[in-house]
């Protein structure tokens, strides 16, 4: 399960990257190398990991993070090694009717099968640029398009949530305007038919509305720990 936070400011701070001795960094590069060969779709691009959560004051979350690589990740594979957990960002995007969008990830992803919002890891600023809510919006509307059609301006998105998962992730949860159910399977059908043109695979293969947690046990496959809880969250708000 993962603990649902809110508050009415986030601040994040960058603090110094992970340490990794000698001995997990040769397990870790092993560990990559077969990650990469048994999906070549894999790359080690930039990511920002979680270095702590805290609540700065009564109504602010402070999240500490740090800069990595994806290849970072394949740590979580090293029996023994110390490893920061991802920070990510997802959208709830609802329907007219208080039904709410989650997608299942496909193969040519780190977890196929599973179900989750749409989102992904953050990735760090490049040159200057801080790592802030306004970076953490625009991502969010990026995953929003790349994974289901949907393109909306950064700004129409509201930081509803934050969770801190049972394994150390956290996610910052950001709520769409309700949109009708039709609009939804449109773009992501033409999303799918776009990629598969330029012989790629889509990063959801399948997308469902749920109004509930009742209605979770009927996605057949894995859920991401933070599905029932947030959707048992919006439940309540969005739906009422």
Do not use: K
């Amino acid at each position: 399960m993962a603990e649902l936070l809110e508050a009415g400011a986030l601040r994040l701070v960058e603090v110094a990257p992970p340490v990794v001795p000698a001995w997990a960094r040769t397990a870790m590069d092993r560990e990559w190398d077969t990650v990469v060969l048994a999906n070549p779709a894999f790359f080690d691009g930039p990511v920002a990991v979680c270095a702590g959560l805290s609540r700065e004051t009564p109504d602010t979350l402070l999240v500490s993070w740090s800069r990595a690589t994806y290849r970072y990740f394949a740590l979580r594979r090293v029996p023994g090694a110390t490893v920061r957990r991802s920070l990510f960002v997802s959208v709830v995007q609802p329907t007219e009717d208080g039904r709410v969008l989650v997608g299942r990830m496909s193969s040519a992803t780190a977890a196929p099968g599973c179900w989750q919002f749409p989102g992904g890891s953050v990735e760090p600023p490049t040159g200057d640029e801080p790592l802030d809510e306004h970076a953490l919006r625009r991502h969010a509307a990026v995953e929003l398009a790349e994974e289901t059609g949907v393109d909306l301006p950064a700004a129409d998105l509201t930081r509803c949530l934050v969770t801190h998962g049972e394994d150390g992730q956290v996610g910052v949860h950001y709520l769409a305007p309700p949109v009708p159910a039709s609009l939804l399977h449109d773009r992501f059908e033409a999303l799918v038919a776009a990629e598969t043109a330029r012989g790629r695979a889509p990063e959801f293969d399948r997308i469902a509305l749920v109004g509930s947690p009742a209605e979770l046990p009927d996605l057949a496959g894995p859920h991401v720990t933070h599905l029932e809880p947030v959707v048992r969250w919006t439940s309540r708000r969005v739906g009422s």
